[in-house]
């Protein structure tokens, strides 16, 4: 009986082997998968580092391209600015221009009416 006893064992020994042996493979797929999934983890982990730094460069792009945009309308306002001033000035010398050339025409006048007044007084003391 003892040999049977024996095999017995040993087949019992055995088995639990084979079961020690399956569940150490599966162990083992099992942490390769798991190390494969980590790795796949920290790749879309700095997948995701990359578009938020990008996500981070195109805000501050959009900030300055705004920026920008602001910049160009305040020059362009500054533009028509300094062509309304331009055009202001060249009206102004116009304005005085004119003005000078009424005031000459107004002295002209001035002394024409002077002469006139005394050719009326001279003619009204000649018919007296």
């Known amino acids: 009986m003892e040999g049977k006893s024996g095999a ?15 569940h ?3 162990l083992q797929y099992t942490l390769q998968r798991t190390a494969k999934h980590c790795k ?3 790749h879309t982990a700095k997948h995701c580092n990359t578009l938020q730094h990008t996500t981070t460069h195109c805000n501050t792009q959009q900030h300055t391209a705004t920026h920008c945009n602001t910049q160009q309308h305040t020059t362009t306002h500054s533009n028509t600015l300094q062509h309304t001033a331009a055009r ?5 010398i116009t304005l005085h221009h004119t003005a000078t050339h009424t ?10 009416a002077t002469h006139c007044n ?10 007296t």
């Open 24 to 26: 150490c493979y599966t």
């Open 40 to 42: 796949a983890l920290q």
């Open 88 to 92: 202001c000035n060249t009206h102004c």
């Open 118 to 127: 005394t050719l009326q007084h001279t003619a009204t003391h000649c018919n």
């Open 8 to 22: 017995h064992t040993l087949h019992t020994q055995c088995n639990t082997l084979q079961y020690t042996t399956t």
């Open 103 to 112: 005031a000459t025409h107004c002295n002209t006048l001035q002394h024409t």
